[in-house]
Antibody, heavy 131, light 107 residues
Framework: EVQLVESGGGLVQPGGSLRLSCEAS????????MHWVRQGPGKGLVWVSH????????NYADSVKGRFTISRDNAKSTLYLHMNSLRAEDTAMYYC????????????????????????WGQGTTVTVSS | DIQMTQSPSTLSAFVGDRVTITCRAS??????LAWYQQKPGKAPNLLIY???TLESGVPSRFSGSGSGTEFTLTISSLQPDDLATYYC?????????FGQGTKVEIK
């Protein structure tokens, strides 16, 4: 069964740190780009960060840039989100999600990736930032 | 960043009604758009990608259309199980963005 399981959430004081994990199973983890998405209480979905297949390319939402770091360990089929300098507004459910897509290696020209959205999601882990 | 705007924010309809949700992008995203359904207390679920391709296992009453900056999600005959919030998402730019969501209620 294809599955993502998040862990590591909890209650942390403002300014504190936390590391979220997302363990993948049932598919070839190293072949997929991965994302973190969060959802504040009663709010909508917000994209947080993504990472490419080998971890060499990452990107972040402006609201977390410089404070959060996404990483992955393909040998352990695990995605991470290291969160520092946490603020009350970081309080949310954090989801990891798999990207459906692939890589095209044309005979002529550079390789490129194509994406078709986030097709597998974890159940989420809750982060609460409060004193 | 590309902004995604959904309308309406909430809609209420009867079982059997045809329901349409609109999503507008602040700039052209070609067909790089997905729709997700999120039921209360659950993780989101991919319904449609590439603006109009139905994800495997999703009921055929769901359909998507559009390209460029304007997109629609249609439920041809609303069912009680469709009670949920629906989100569009663009994946054309390096930073993916979601719409603010449309909550669908059953009258």
């Amino acid at each position: 069964e294809v599955q993502l399981v998040e862990s590591g959430g909890g209650l942390v004081q403002p300014g504190g740190s936390l590391r979220l994990s997302c363990e993948a199973s049932g598919f070839t983890f190293r072949s997929h780009w991965m994302h973190w998405v969060r959802q504040g209480p009663g709010k909508g979905l917000v994209w947080v960060s993504h990472i490419n297949t080998d971890g060499s390319t990452t990107n972040y939402a402006d609201s977390v840039k410089g404070r959060f770091t996404i990483s992955r360990d393909n040998a352990k089929s695990t995605l991470y989100l290291h969160m520092n300098s946490l603020r009350a507004e970081d309080t949310a459910m954090y989801y990891c999600a798999r990207v459906r897509g692939g890589r095209v290696d044309p005979v002529y020209g550079e390789s490129y990736y194509y994406f078709y959205g986030m097709d597998v999601w974890g159940q989420g882990t809750t982060v609460t930032v409060s004193s | 960043d590309i902004q995604m705007t959904q309308s309406p924010s909430t809609l209420s309809a009867f079982v059997g009604d045809r329901v349409t949700i609109t999503c507008r992008a602040s700039q052209s995203i070609s067909s790089s758009l997905a729709w997700y359904q999120q039921k209360p207390g659950k993780a989101p679920n991919l319904l449609i990608y590439q603006a109009s391709t139905l994800e495997s296992g999703v009921p055929s009453r769901f359909s998507g259309s559009g390209s460029g900056t304007e997109f629609t999600l249609t439920i041809s005959s609303l069912q009680p199980d469709d009670l949920a919030t629906y989100y569009c998402q663009q994946y054309n730019s390096y930073s993916w963005t979601f719409g603010q969501g449309t909550k669908v209620e059953i009258k």
